[in-house]
C-alpha cells in the first residue's frame, strides 16, 4: 500500500487503531461528576448561568467553555496523504492522528470533523457556522487548488484561526531549516536562489513564505510537470500559479536547477536528479520533500556532492521536515491571545523560533528518544525534532508576542515570562515546582562544582547551568579532555569553563590535605592517605572546595554507584547538627506533586529516625512551594491490623505528637488511604489531614525505593532524585546514568539548599 513506512506493518497498524477502544480518541470529563450536586451544578439547573452570561456578553464563552482550547480538525478527503481523494470517511483516522498530536505535543483539544462533500461552496457553509464552537479551525487534506479557495473564505468569514496545515505548517518548518542552512552556508537571503518544484497547496505555500521572509519574487523559479513557471505561459496555468511567475528563459527544471542554491521540492519520486544536483551552486541546500519518497534521497545526493545540506520529509533520514513541529504549537500561541487570524508574522515568528531552537544544545531525553543519536547543530541537524519538550515552551510564545505586535490579539499577555512556565506546566509537571527555585537562585548565584568533570553530561550539565543563570560550574577534570569532549560537542567556541585538576590543584591540594588529614588523623589515617585521596579522588577533591568555602555546592553519582560517592563525601563533610541524612525522590504529575522519604539511606529507620525525616521532609516541601501534608505509611490504618511490623510507625507518630510541628500529619496508613481523600475521610473521620498526603514517610527502604519507583513508572509523571537531605554542606548525589536534564537540576538544588544555611 502506498505511504505505508517500511518499518512498520500493515498488520500492525490495523491492530493499534482496532484494539482495545477502538480509533485514537475519547472524551474525558474536566469536572467531577460524582454526586447529585455535582449534576446539578455542570447541568440542570446550574448551567443556566453561564448560559445567560454569555448571552450578555459573548467574549465571556471563553471563560466558561472549552472553546478557547478546542480546534475543530476539518477534511473532506480529497487529498488524503499521498493516498488521493479516500473521501470524508476514509480520512477519519488521519484526522483523528492529527487531533492526538494537538493533545500530545500542546495540549491543545482537537475534534475531528469530516464533511461529505467535495462541492467547495459547500463545505464552506458547513465549516463557517461552527464557528461558536471552537477556537481554531485546522484545514486538512483538501486538494489544490479548492484548499485556497477555502481558507481564503474561510478567513474571511470567520472570526477565529483558520489554518491550512498542508499548505502553511510545511513552509513553516521548511523555513525554519531554510534559515539555518542559509546561515551554515554562509548566504544573503537577500541574493539567494531558489526552486521549487511542485504548484499545489504546500508548495504555493512555501514559495509565499519565502517571498514574505525576504527572498525577491525574482528568485524563485516554480516548477510543475509542465516544467517552469515563466511570465507568459498559458499551459495549465491558474491565478496561485500566475502569482509566482517569473521572467526567466529557462523552461524545464533542470534549467532552473543549474546554478542554483536551493532546491524545494514538493512533487514525486525521481524528479530531482543527480546531474541537477551537480549543476547546482556550492554547498548546495536540498530540501527533497516528496511523501513517502523524495525526489532524490540523500544516499544519491552524497554520490556526487559531499558539501550538500539534505532534508526530507521522512523519519529515517535526518532533518525531517515534520508539520508536527509547527501547527500544535502555532494553535497553541493563537488560542492563547485569543487571535482572530493567523498572519505571515505569526507564521515567520514560528520559523525563526524553531531555526534558534535548533542550535541549541539538545537535552538528552531527545537524544534517547531518537535512539541515541547524538543531535548536535550542523548539516544533519538544521531543524528541531518533534519529542524536544522545549519546543511547548518557544514556539506559542513567539507566535503569540507576534500576534500582538501585528494587533491581532484579543487577549494579550502581560507577562511573557510567565506565560512560558504556564506553557512548560502543560506538559512538565516539574516546571512549577522547580520555578520557585530557579527564580530565587537566579537572584543570588552560586558556585557549583561538578565532581565528574570530564563526561560529556557533566560538560553539557555545567554548561546548562551556567546559561540558566543559576551561577558559576567547575568542573573537576583534566583541561585537555574537556576542552576535546567540548570540541566533539561543537562547543569549543564557547566562553572558557572552569576547569580545575584534583591532581595539580596547588596551591589547593596542600590546603585540602591539611584540611581532611585534621578530620582524619584521630580516625586511623595517615597524612599521605588524606593527600592521596585529594590528588587521586574527584568526590573528595570536590568535597574539600565545598568544605572549605572555595565552591558553595558539588553534585556527583555519574559514574559511581551511590554508596560509594556518598563513601567519599562522608570523609569530607559530616551530617548537620541535630539533622538526619536521608534521601527525598519528588515525584511530579500534572494532578499532584508527591515527596517519598526515605529512599536511599536507612534501611530500616527507628522512630526517632522516622520523625527527624519527616520534619526534614515537610521543610524540603514548604522550600518547593508546598505546604506539607505528612503521612506515615505502613500496611495497617491506625492499629488495623495490630502487628509489630508497624510499631515504629506508631511510635514515630507519637513522637511526633510531642515535637509540636507546624505542620499536618498523621499515620500510621496505608498509601490509599494517604492519597484518596475522600476514602480517609469516609472510613477514618478522626484523621487529622485536611486534603490527600503529599509527603510520604516510608516504613522501610526497600518500600521507599521500590514505592517511588513503581508510582513513577506506572503513574507518570517526572521523578526528581533522590535529592541528597541533612549534610552539612550542599551536596547531590544523582543516580548512575542520569541525564543532563537530571544533573542539572541536581546541581541547582544543591546551589539553592546553599541559600538557606
Keep these: 500500500m502506498a505511504g505505508i513506512d517500511k518499518r512498520i506493518t500493515e498488520e500492525e497498524a490495523l491492530l493499534l487503531h482496532s484494539s482495545g477502544r477502538p480509533g485514537k480518541l475519547e472524551i474525558t470529563p474536566t469536572k467531577p461528576m460524582a454526586t447529585q450536586r455535582d449534576l446539578s451544578l455542570a447541568y440542570s439547573p446550574g448551567v443556566a448561568t453561564p448560559c445567560l452570561r454569555i448571552h450578555a456578553d459573548p467574549s465571556t ?63 464552506i457553509n458547513s465549516v463557517r457556522y461552527l464557528g461558536p464552537s471552537f477556537g481554531g479551525i485546522n484545514l486538512e487534506d483538501i486538494k489544490a487548488p479548492d484548499c485556497f479557495i477555502i481558507e481564503q473564505r474561510l478567513r474571511e468569514l470567520m472570526d477565529i484561526p483558520v489554518f491550512h496545515d498542508d499548505q502553511h505548517g510545511t513552509a513553516i518548518i521548511a523555513a525554519a531549516g531554510l534559515f539555518n542552512a542559509l ?22 505555500a512555501c514559495a509565499e513564505l519565502f517571498k514574505s521572509m525576504g527572498i525577491p519574487h525574482g528568485n524563485i523559479t ?27 528563459d529557462a523552461r524545464t527544471l533542470a534549467d532552473a536547477v543549474a546554478g542554483s542554491d536551493v532546491f524545494v521540492g514538493l512533487s514525486a519520486k525521481g524528479a530531482m536528479t543527480p546531474a541537477m544536483v551537480k549543476s547546482m551552486a556550492r554547498n548546495p541546500i536540498i530540501f527533497a520533500l516528496a511523501n513517502p519518497d523524495p525526489e532524490i534521497t540523500p544516499e544519491e545526493v552524497r554520490q556526487v ?21 509547527g501547527f500544535p504549537y502555532i494553535f497553541r500561541g493563537a488560542l492563547d491571545v485569543r487571535a482572530s487570524t ?65 494587533g491581532v490579539a484579543r487577549k494579550p499577555i502581560v507577562d511573557m ?18 520555578q520557585l527555585i530557579a527564580d530565587k537562585l537566579r537572584s543570588s548565584p552560586r558556585r557549583v562544582v561538578f565532581a565528574e568533570g570530564e563526561e560529556e553530561r557533566a560538560i553539557r550539565a555545567a554548561i546548562a547551568y551556567r546559561s540558566g543563570g543559576f551561577g558559576h560550574p567547575v568542573l573537576i577534570g583534566r583541561e585537555n579532555v574537556v576542552q576535546e569532549k567540548l570540541a566533539s560537542l561543537g562547543l569549543s567556541g564557547i566562553e572558557p569553563l572552569d576547569i580545575q585538576n584534583a591532581r595539580f590543584g596547588a596551591p589547593n591540594i596542600e590546603r585540602y590535605t591539611d584540611f581532611l588529614y585534621k578530620r582524619l588523623q584521630r580516625r586511623g589515617h595517615l597524612h599521605r592517605d588524606c593527600q592521596r585521596w585529594v590528588n587521586q579522588n574527584r568526590n573528595v577533591f570536590a568535597a574539600c572546595m565545598v568544605a572549605t568555602g572555595d565552591a558553595d555546592a558539588m553534585v556527583t553519582g555519574l559514574t559511581r554507584s551511590f554508596a560509594v560517592s556518598f563513601e567519599d563525601i562522608e570523609r569530607v563533610i559530616d551530617p548537620q547538627p541535630d539533622h538526619i541524612v536521608f534521601g527525598l525522590s519528588v515525584l511530579a504529575t500534572r ?17 526517632e529516625q522516622l520523625a527527624d525525616i519527616a520534619i526534614q521532609s515537610a521543610r524540603m516541601a514548604r522550600q518547593m512551594g508546598h505546604e506539607p501534608r505528612v503521612a506515615f505509611l505502613s500496611f495497617s490504618n491506625f492499629g488495623q491490623p495490630m502487628r509489630d511490623r508497624a510499631a515504629h510507625v506508631r511510635e514515630a507518630v507519637s513522637l511526633m505528637d510531642k515535637r509540636k510541628v507546624d505542620f499536618e500529619y498523621d499515620g500510621e496508613m496505608s498509601a490509599d488511604t494517604a492519597l484518596d481523600y475522600d476514602l480517609m475521610k469516609r472510613l477514618y473521620p478522626f484523621a487529622r489531614l485536611s486534603g490527600p498526603a503529599n509527603v510520604l514517610i516510608m516504613p522501610a527502604l526497600h518500600a521507599a525505593n521500590i514505592g517511588a519507583k513503581l508510582l513513577h513508572k506506572f503513574g507518570g509523571g517526572n521523578l526528581i532524585g533522590p535529592l541528597l537531605i541533612g549534610m552539612d554542606k550542599p551536596v547531590q548525589v544523582v543516580q548512575m546514568g542520569a541525564t ?13 539548599d546553599s541559600l538557606a544555611r
Excluded at 546561515?183 to 504555493?204: C, F, H, S, W, Y
Excluded at 507564521?347 to 543519536?373: C, F, T, W
Excluded at 494532578?591 to 522512630?607: G, Q, Y
Aim: hydrophobic content about 40%.
Design 61 to 123: 464563552a471563553y471563560d466558561y467553555t472549552a472553546k478557547g482550547n478546542i480546534v475543530a480538525v476539518i477534511s473532506n478527503g480529497t487529498a488524503v496523504l499521498g493516498l488521493g481523494d479516500l473521501g470524508a470517511l476514509a480520512s477519519k483516522p488521519v484526522m483523528e492522528g492529527k487531533a492526538v498530536l494537538f493533545k500530545r505535543f500542546a495540549d491543545v483539544d482537537g475534534i475531528d470533523l469530516e464533511v461529505d462533500t467535495r462541492d467547495v461552496e459547500e463545505f
Design 183 to 204: 546561515e551554515m552556508t554562509g548566504r544573503d537571503i537577500n541574493e539567494t536562489r531558489l526552486v521549487i518544484n511542485g504548484a499545489g497547496a504546500a508548495a504555493i
Design 222 to 248: 516554480l516548477c510543475d510537470t509542465k516544467g517552469v513557471v515563466w511570465k507568459g505561459r498559458t499551459e495549465g496555468m491558474n491565478q496561485w500559479k500566475s502569482a509566482h511567475a517569473v521572467v526567466t
Design 305 to 325: 556532492r559531499d558539501d550538500a545540506i539534505v532534508a526530507t520529509g521522512r523519519s529515517d533520514y535526518p532533518n525531517q521536515v515534520n508539520n508536527v513541529l
Design 342 to 406: 493567523i498572519n505571515d508574522q505569526m507564521k515567520i515568528a514560528a520559523a525563526k523560533a524553531l531555526a534558534a531552537l535548533a542550535r541549541e544544545d539538545v537535552p538528552d531525553e531527545v537524544d534517547a528518544a531518537y535512539s541515541g543519536r547524538r543531535l548536535r547543530y550542523g548539516p544533519e541537524y538544521i531543524i528541531p525534532v518533534p519529542f524536544d519538550p522545549r519546543l511547548i515552551s518557544t514556539i506559542p510564545a513567539a507566535v503569540a508576542k507576534a500576534a500582538m505586535d501585528t
Design 417 to 434: 515570562d510567565e506565560y512560558r512556565r504556564s506553557l512548560r506546566l502543560r506538559l512538565d509537571p516539574t516546571a512549577d515546582s522547580l
Design 591 to 607: 494532578k499532584r506533586t508527591v515527596f517519598i522519604s526515605d529512599t536511599t539511606v536507612h534501611e530500616r529507620p527507628t522512630p
Design 740 to 752: 543532563v536534564n537530571e544533573l542539572t537540576t541536581a546541581a541547582i538544588m544543591a546551589a539553592h
